[in-house]
């Protein structure tokens, strides 16, 4: 079971889209649950929406946030993350915080923490490319042709 917690109602365009194929190929369980804020605090972390993260996590599944200091990892190893946290604990809980990134307090209690590179990217981009790594993750522990290793 894979749980993915993230800012933003998603409801229409190219991400969206995106999305919803990937989802359709994933063979794991998947929840996307998206919380959407009523205040517009262009500076500050709203306490609604750590309620909402602390309210969706489990202390049965392992945590894993997406921050820009995260480690950033091959697809490869990602995928053995995944195969291993599903093998010990057989449930994921993904973040993806807004703009204003993570509370302290949800931050501290997850097993990883991960980014997509030095580069910022928007939330949405980051929930396009994390189901995408899902998939790929699947793909690669699957033997299937999806996952290319190497240079041309």
């Not at 609604?48 to 202390?59: I, W």
């Not at 981009?125 to 190497?150: D, F, K």
Request: charged letters at 25%; hydrophobic letters at 40%.
């Amino acid at each position: 079971m894979i749980k993915l917690l993230c800012t933003n109602k998603l409801k229409s365009g190219p991400e969206f889209e995106m999305i919803k194929k990937l989802h359709l190929q994933i063979r794991w369980p998947l929840d996307i649950l998206e919380f959407q804020s009523k205040k517009k605090l262009p500076h500050d972390i709203t306490k609604d929406e750590t309620d909402f993260f602390q309210k969706n996590t489990s202390d049965q599944a392992t945590l894993i946030i997406l921050d820009e200091h995260g480690k950033d990892i091959k697809s490869i190893a990602f995928a053995n993350m995944i195969q291993s946290e599903l093998d010990h604990a057989q449930k994921l809980c993904f973040i993806i915080g807004g703009a204003n990134g993570i509370a302290p307090q949800i931050k501290q209690k997850a097993t990883y923490s991960l980014s997509f590179g030095k580069a910022t990217w928007p939330h949405l981009l980051c929930r396009v490319m994390l189901i995408e790594q899902i998939y790929r993750a699947q793909s690669i522990l699957n033997n299937h042709p999806y996952h290319r290793e190497g240079s041309l």
